[in-house]
């Protein structure tokens, strides 16, 4: 099932450094930063802390956040055993999109966000549709008010750097601290920050610091990802309607078909880790202290583990994708995100009769030494219904 809309970025830009060497460097303001780029390699990196540590507040991300937040985020920035820690206090939050009932609910809500992309003509897919998406469903996760769903919908699709919202790092600290400030007076409420506050670690609260760098995460870490996401399966059912309708009519065939997409469009392109002696990779000497880059862009469309990596197979089985990371660090939010994709494929397959893509204006992810297509800046469409 190939994708008429799959990039082109001689489909993999990366191919050459990955064969030859199994890197390729990129510079970041001034610093060279090495990112591992094999498959095989990536993972057992993703599990080597002791030598690529996430223990480095605002360096995970590449390039660093210094400039957009004043805290650590967690657990993505913490080693275990203090990230198993942290991780093992929200794993009973972040796991419910495993529970039927709240699948059912993201359902609901995906199908009726769809009906009303179908009025009104055509419509600009990334903010009137997949922002809402992501942001509904994450009120839903959080046990939050859709009316606070709102609010996170007008900062845009990127938290930290929007030009078209109303967002940034010093909103959404704002916001998280007040929403923080007003569980630590009000404990018994049932929603996310209330769960915060009551958590113990080790038998000890939460500090306020901890409390905000996990929530900084929560909001910021799955975005902009999920709505890429989501935009691409928009896209390729406008060109390939039938392949998204058979994958939408089994359980199986739709899982098979998310896996693939979050492959394909590897939402996150690469993510940091911070060496804690000298090392050596690929052809790079690394100081001490110094960044690395897990390109799991890359990994993903690595040849000797997928065949054929670089067309989009909904029915590709197996499928190890590194699409939502690897190892001790893999995406919390996971299950949320495939709840919200699965939704999207079952109701695009089962009551969407054709899209039309009118305007798309694709954001290309620049880096210093390769460029890649990752979803749309504005994706315009008519959006109809299955006839009756």
């Known amino acids: 099932m190939a994708d008429q809309e799959a990039p082109s970025p001689s489909d993999d830009p990366l191919a050459q450094a990955r064969e030859a060497r199994g890197t390729q460097t990129i510079e970041v303001n001034g610093r060279t930063i090495p990112l591992v780029l094999g498959h095989r390699a990536i993972r057992a990196a993703a599990n080597d802390w002791r030598t690529f540590s996430s223990d480095a507040p605002f360096r995970v991300p590449v390039p660093s956040e210094e400039a957009v937040r004043s805290v650590r985020q967690l657990p993505i920035e913490a080693d275990p055993p203090f990230h198993r820690q942290i991780r093992r206090l929200l794993e009973p939050i972040f796991l419910r999109p495993q529970s039927s009932d709240y699948a059912a609910c993201i359902e609901a809500l995906v199908q009726e966000l769809l009906d009303q ?10 903010r009137d549709l997949a922002l809402p998406i992501q942001s509904r469903a994450l009120a839903m996760l959080l046990g939050m008010p859709q009316s606070e769903a709102d609010i996170w919908i007008s900062w845009g699709t990127y938290v930290f750097h929007d030009p078209f919202g109303n967002g ?19 404990p018994e409420g049932t929603d996310y920050f209330c769960e915060l506050e009551r958590v113990r670690l080790d038998e000890r609260a939460l500090t306020f610091e901890e409390k905000l760098g996990i929530a900084n995460l929560t909001f910021a870490g799955g975005r902009d990802t999920v709505i890429n996401a989501v935009t691409k399966i928009i896209a390729h059912f406008a060109t390939d309607p039938a392949s998204v309708r058979e994958a939408s009519q089994i359980e199986r065939y739709t899982n098979l078909a998310v896996e693939e997409f979050v492959r394909f469009v590897s939402p996150l392109t690469l993510i940091g880790r911070v060496c804690l002696h000298a090392t050596k990779l690929g052809t790079n000497h690394v100081e001490a202290d110094s960044q690395i880059g897990l390109c799991w862009a890359a990994a993903n469309i690595d040849p000797s583990v997928f065949e054929d990596p670089t067309k989009l197979d909904l029915t590709r089985s197996p499928n190890p994708h590194v699409g939502f990371g690897s190892g001790h660090h893999s995406c919390l939010g996971s299950q949320q995100a495939r709840v919200i994709l699965r939704s999207l494929v079952k109701a695009l397959g089962r009551q969407i009769g054709s899209i039309e893509i009118i305007e798309a204006d694709r954001n290309i992810e620049q880096h210093s030494s390769f460029e890649r297509p990752l979803g749309y800046r504005r994706l315009v469409c008519a959006v109809r219904e299955q006839d009756q």
């Open 168 to 186: 940034g790092g010093a909103t959404l600290e704002t916001y998280l601290r007040a929403q923080l400030d007003r569980a630590s007076k009000q």
């Open 117 to 126: 992309a179908c009025k009104d003509g055509p419509r600009e897919l990334v």
